[in-house]
């Protein structure tokens, strides 16, 4: 074993304090050191602020109190997405986290509803999910405080403010011995073989190390511009190329502060909504093909709700990822690896992914290939996997109102989706790879809320007497209803257990 003496981050976004947190937590008690290069006067990108529940889980096991997590990061929580005017206009539905219905008599639940559907149940989909029925009616509670109910398979994630989150857990990795290091990077060395040896930043420091890390995000000064690593494009499948980001302040009206992420379809892209506890994050993804920024800024700033907090800011990205993303003694984490527009807030958790992934091949200084290649390998499949979810959102659209949806019915449909899609559509199966991110219930709701319902439900649910379903059906939409009413509004439970300081 060589181990690695030092590891060097360079970058301090969410990616780069995410991954400083999680490699201090696991290299705690050992030889190798961490050190993090950032540079206030370059800055990060300051969006990102929508997570899903994996996000909880890994504030679990870093040790971190999620109440107090909470409150320093004007959290709020997050139960679902809601699309609206997406299938068609005026049509809205969710994406919910949790469960969907539970089992019928060991049957799975989605079988047994096609199948009562079939046969003219008018139930629908969504009534049978906690999160949904809890998003709609703005209410919230968490699901492990109310065992005993049907609102204990719900889950949940949360709405963040960026810049304390990056803050926050820069406080958590400095206090289990990462350095920073101020500065801007302006020259990357390589050895002869071709590794990286070290950083010559702009005020005369040199940072050297074993091992890097490039969370410069979409720079990607080391793996992109200094290794010559190549980026796949996906800007065919996923036209849109640009984003306007505003804050905004909330209003007195409790509705601003909902427990969901809004994905409001636009005419030429979407609008996103998240609720913090004291101020709203928005913005407009679209194409550049169809809209120009200032068309973009107006149709946002006459959408938001609240006073403005900043200028509306535009941010150019492409949508793909790099060929690798560990190459030699480099592995580059979040938007240095790739992009994927934020319609399913999945960026976040690519970057948590990939240190998982890093962690489990952690190199020494031997650099074995084989590492490398099986990290390239789980990670890129992830990447396509959230390629292929989101690109479902826009491929089974029925919208042909503006040119740039009938551009978006046109696109080209990835060959894996596009399998995905046939076989579910036989009897509603879904075709899952291994540790995939996106369970039964994610697809079978975004399904659902585009209109894909398929050809016939698995003929062995037809065992199981009709009644017995719509007794199920009937009773249980009625109980979760009721249940739900029953919890406190989404901006109360907030403001009596996890409270954020106005001014932190
Ligand atoms: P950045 O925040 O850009 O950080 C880069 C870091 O590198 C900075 O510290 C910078 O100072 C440093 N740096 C760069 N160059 C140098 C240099 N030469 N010298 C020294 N330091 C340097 N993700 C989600 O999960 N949910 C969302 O809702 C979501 N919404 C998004 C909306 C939009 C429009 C976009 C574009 C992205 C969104 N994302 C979202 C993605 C999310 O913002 C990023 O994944 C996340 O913020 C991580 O960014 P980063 O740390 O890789 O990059």
Known sequence: MKPLKKIVIAGGGTAGWITASMLSFMLKGTQTAIELVESDEIGTIGVGESTIPPFVVLLRNLGIDEQE???????????????????????????????????????????????????????????????????????????????????????????????????????????????????????????????????????????????????????????????????????????????????????????????YTLAHAQDCGWRWRIPLQHRAGNGYVFSSHFLSDDEAIATLMRQVRGRPIIDPAVIPFRTGMRAKMWEKNCVALGLAAGFIEPLESTAIHLVYRAADYLLRFFPDCDFDPSLANEFNRRIGAEYEEVRDFIVLHYCTTQRDDTPFWRAVRRAPIPPSLRARMDLFKATGILRQGLEELFGAASWQSVYEGMGVRPSRYQPFVDKLPMSVITETLDRSAPILRSQVEGLPGHAQFLREHCRAPRDI
């Open 69 to 259: 997590f909470i409150a320093a990061t004007d959290a709020s929580f997050k139960l679902a997405i809601r699309f609206e005017d997406w299938f068609k206009k005026d049509l809205t539905y969710y994406h919910p986290f949790g469960t969907l219905g539970g089992q019928i008599d060991t049957h799975e639940f989605y079988q047994c509803w096609l199948r009562a559907k079939e046969a003219g149940h008018p139930s629908e989909l969504q009534d049978f999910a906690p999160a949904t029925v809890m998003a709609d009616q703005f209410k919230f509670m968490l699901p492990f405080k109310a065992q005993r109910t049907l609102i204990s398979s719900a889950s949940y994630a949360l709405h963040v403010d960026a810049k304390r989150v990056a803050q926050y857990l820069r406080n958590y990795s400095e206090a289990r011995g990462v350095t920073r290091t101020e500065g801007r990077i302006t020259r990357v060395r390589t050895k002869p073989n071709g590794h990286i040896e070290g950083l010559d930043l702009a005020n005369g420091k040199v940072v050297d190390g074993d091992f890097f890390i490039d969370c410069t995000g979409f720079r990607s000064l080391l793996l992109g511009q200094t290794l010559g690593v190549g980026f796949i494009d996906w800007s065919s499948e996923l036209l849109c190329n640009r984003a306007i980001a505003v804050q905004t302040e909330n209003t007195d009206d409790d509705a601003d502060v909902h427990p």
